[in-house]
C-alpha cells in the first residue's frame, strides 16, 4: 500500500497568519494554483481511495487534485486539525500578546498544553491513533489522504515512534505539500517527507 499524504493547500488565513483550529477559511489563489500543481504531479497515480479531514480547507484540495476521477471521499473528523480554541482566527501576534506564557508552552512542551474547552495533544494523538489503526485494514493499494500541519505531524511522529516532548523536533509540512508512506504486512514507513514550512509554523 502507498499512501499519499497531503497537507491542504495554503487558506487566506495562513496569509494573514490566523490560526485556524477547526474555524475555517477558504483556500487563497496560491493554495488553488499550488494543490492544481500537486493534482498535475499525481495524475498518473491510479487512487482507489481518498480520505480528507471533514475541514472545508481539506475537502476543497482534495477535490482539486482529484480532479474529474470517480473516486470516494471518505471525510474523517480523526483527520481534523487540532482544536486551538479561544485562539483560533486570532493571529500569532495577537496570541502573543494575550496568552504569552501558554503559547510558549504550547510548542516547547506539548504534553503540557492545556486550553480551556477543547482537546489537547494528547486528544489529537488518541484520534491520530484510531485513524492508523483502520488505515491498516485497508486493501487499496493507492490512498490519497489529506490534512492538516499539526495533524500530518502527529502523524509522523506516530509512525516514527516520536516521544510527545519531541513532537515540533521537525518542522510542518508546507501547504500542498506531499508526504510518502508505504505500509508492507501491518507496519507504516516515512519513505519521503514533504517541504518543510519557509517562516512561521501555521
Known amino acids: 500500500m502507498k499512501i499519499y499524504l497531503v497537507r491542504h493547500g495554503e487558506t487566506t488565513w495562513n496569509q494573514e497568519e490566523r490560526l485556524q483550529g477547526w474555524l475555517n477559511s477558504p ?3 496560491k493554495g488553488k494554483k499550488d494543490a492544481e500543481k500537486l493534482s498535475k504531479s499525481l495524475k498518473n497515480i491510479p487512487f482507489d481511495l481518498a480520505y480528507s479531514s471533514d475541514q472545508g480547507r481539506a475537502i476543497d484540495t482534495a477535490k482539486i487534485i482529484l480532479e474529474d476521477r470517480d473516486i470516494p471521499i471518505i471525510k474523517k473528523v480523526q483527520l481534523r486539525e487540532l482544536a486551538l480554541g479561544p485562539w483560533e482566527g486570532m493571529t500569532f501576534t495577537e496570541v502573543q500578546e494575550k496568552d504569552k506564557d501558554r503559547f510558549g508552552i504550547y510548542f516547547t512542551d506539548p504534553s503540557a498544553h492545556s486550553l480551556p474547552n477543547t482537546e489537547d495533544y494528547h486528544d489529537l494523538l488518541r484520534r491520530i491513533h484510531l485513524f492508523l489503526e483502520e488505515l491498516k485494514k485497508r486493501k487499496e493499494e493507492h490512498i490519497l489522504i489529506v490534512s ?3 495533524t500530518i505531524q502527529g502523524i509522523i511522529n506516530t509512525i ?3 516521544p510527545l516532548k519531541k513532537f515540533w523536533e ?3 509540512v508546507s501547504g500542498a505539500s506531499l508526504t510518502l508512506i508505504e505500509k508492507n504486512q501491518k507496519e507504516f514507513e516515512i519513505k519521503e517527507k514533504g517541504s518543510p514550512v519557509k517562516g512561521k509554523m501555521y
Open 148 to 150: 492538516h500541519g499539526v
Open 160 to 162: 516514527e515512534g516520536r
Open 170 to 172: 521537525e518542522p510542518l
Open 27 to 29: 483556500l487563497s489563489k
